[in-house]
């Protein structure tokens, strides 16, 4: 008699597991699952109590309809590093192929033994575009809590949304006490250039929650929903985004008693810095004009133990560089080491 082993994974489609604990100074992954279409590819981080993954997805992107449903917990002292291999690609809504698909399986079978002809579905004109609405969007959830001592860095490539196309990004993140410290990127850009798409997606969401000891303490929500209800040469709001090309939500939170904040090379040194340079430019305002090619904002955050960063850029190069040089530069080093740095926003 053959003995089945029971299972606690998950069998719904995109949903993912990271626990990461920590022994004897390296982190190691207690649990990693996920099941298709993601998939989690774990790699050396050679630095102290560090793990590192990439997050990607079959099929090169996320397809209209995926669900994904990411759990991460990182428990006392661990640290965790999340990438992706290149930008996050979102394919364009196949709602009527959706639609087609539910037609045909909830068919009442034929009584005849073959019937080769398939339900019939009118092909949309232009001014009849269905579109997928936000519940219909291609989803992707991140809940992640940080115990004490712990370090979460999510610092994936941009998400770029295909022409037609339709995402939702949710993000609920706890950290545990005042030792907990998260770096968290989320950043779009505005399609693919190459193809001549420049903001012509339906519909775009972002969403953060973040807890600090069971209190809120960042709601940033974010959508971009195109209004015309016919099909035009532009989105409704492509015009309120140009000329920039890439936006960015940066949230560091850092603990002031640990090595992120010693010296010139600390995460926390490079928050004041920042803020620094926020007030110079507000005394120089003949400033901004030079550097109308990237704006960015700074807000501090728990008693400047964090900061939240928003920028905008003619480029993604840009924005990039801004990101990892300039805010996140020798403290984000120190944590994730020479060559893990370099392979960070690549």
């Known amino acids: 008699m053959i003995q089945r082993f029971s ?20 982190t190691k992954f207690s649990r990693i699952h996920a099941q298709y279409p993601l998939k989690f ?7 102290e109590r560090l793990a590192v993954v990439y997050m990607i997805s079959y099929g090169g992107g ?7 449903n990411i759990s991460i917990d990182i428990l006392p002292k661990a640290i965790l590093l999340l990438l992706t291999q290149g930008n996050t690609k979102v394919f364009k809504d196949r709602i009527h192929q959706r639609q087609w698909m539910t037609l045909l399986a909830q068919r009442t079978q034929p009584s005849l033994p073959f019937q080769p002809t398939l339900p019939s579905t009118p092909t949309p004109t232009p001014s009849k575009i ?6 219909q969007t291609s989803i992707q959830s991140i809940r992640a809590k940080v115990s004490a001592g712990g370090i979460l860095l999510i610092i994936p490539d941009p998400v770029t949304s295909f022409a037609e196309s339709s995402f939702t990004s949710r993000q609920e993140l706890q950290l545990e006490d005042d030792t907990s410290q998260l770096v968290l990127l989320d950043w779009f850009t505005s399609g693919r250039h190459t193809r001549g798409e420049n903001w012509a997606f339906h519909y775009y969401a972002s969403r953060i929650d ?16 195109d209004d015309n209800t016919q099909q035009k040469e532009e989105t409704s709001y492509a015009a309120k985004l140009r000329p920039y090309t890439c936006f960015a939500t940066l949230i560091i939170i ?20 920042i803020i620094h340079q926020a007030e110079e430019m507000r005394m120089l305002p003949h400033a901004m004009k030079e550097q109308r090619d990237l704006l960015w904002s700074v807000s501090p955050l728990l008693d400047q ?33 020479d060559g893990m740095f370099g392979k960070i926003l690549m």
């Open 130 to 135: 269905t579109r997928a609405t936000p519940e």
């Open 62 to 68: 996320i397809v209209s309809g995926d669900r994904f």
């Open 210 to 225: 973040i807890r600090v000891k069971g209190r809120l303490v960042i709601k940033d929500h974010m959508v971009l929903e």
């Open 305 to 337: 133990r964090g900061v939240l960063v928003r920028i905008a850029g003619m480029t993604t190069e840009m924005v990039r560089d801004f990101v990892k040089l300039e805010c996140l530069g020798q403290g984000l080093k120190d944590i994730v080491g």
């Open 7 to 26: 299972t606690t994974a998950s069998g719904e489609p995109g949903s993912g597991t990271l626990i990461c604990q920590c022994y004897d100074d390296k």
């Open 254 to 273: 850092a603990n002031k008693s640990s090595s992120l904040s010693s010296d010139q090379s600390s995460l926390y040194q490079s928050i004041k810095r």
């Open 41 to 47: 590819i774990p790699t050396r981080g050679h630095a």
